[in-house]
């Protein structure tokens, strides 16, 4: 079993930035690909970002390209989301999940991961 702490989330202001972390414990997670997700109120959860088990390849959702960075610390069973540049419609509940992802296909989809974190509010001010 793995569970997953999210934590970093906040209210800034539209341009700022915000750093999350998925911490693990339980067992090491450092075989899994770890994705976050976000969910707006009234909308569905959607794929953010995700990065391979090795840490070696990372996954983005078009509209967070250039100005989000996913990366592991393997030393503190870590995954960070870097957010910069935060827009008004990045406003949402952030989840990270992990669990063996083994196809690119697969990293978006939530149904292929097992475990998940509680979420984490982020909201961006205009």
């Known amino acids: 079993q793995v569970q997953l702490v999210e934590s970093g989330g906040g209210l800034v202001q539209a341009g700022g930035s915000l750093r999350l972390s998925c911490a693990a414990s339980?067992?090491?997670?450092?075989?899994?690909?770890v994705g976050w997700f976000r969910q707006a109120p009234g909308k569905e959860r959607e794929f953010v970002a995700g990065?391979?088990?090795?840490?070696?390849?990372?996954f983005y959702v078009d509209s967070v390209k250039g100005r989000f960075t996913i990366f592991r610390d393997f030393a503190k069973n870590t995954v960070h989301l870097q957010m910069n540049s935060l827009k008004p419609e990045d406003t949402a509940v952030y989840f990270c999940?992990?669990?063996?992802?083994?196809?690119?296909?697969?990293?978006?989809?939530?149904?292929?991961?097992?475990?998940w974190g509680q979420g984490t509010q982020v909201t961006v001010s205009s």
């Open positions: 339980g067992r090491t997670f450092s075989n899994y690909a």
């Open positions: 990065i391979w088990w090795s840490g070696g390849r990372t």
């Open positions: 999940a992990a669990d063996s992802v083994t196809t690119v296909q697969a990293m978006g989809d939530m149904r292929a991961y097992a475990y």
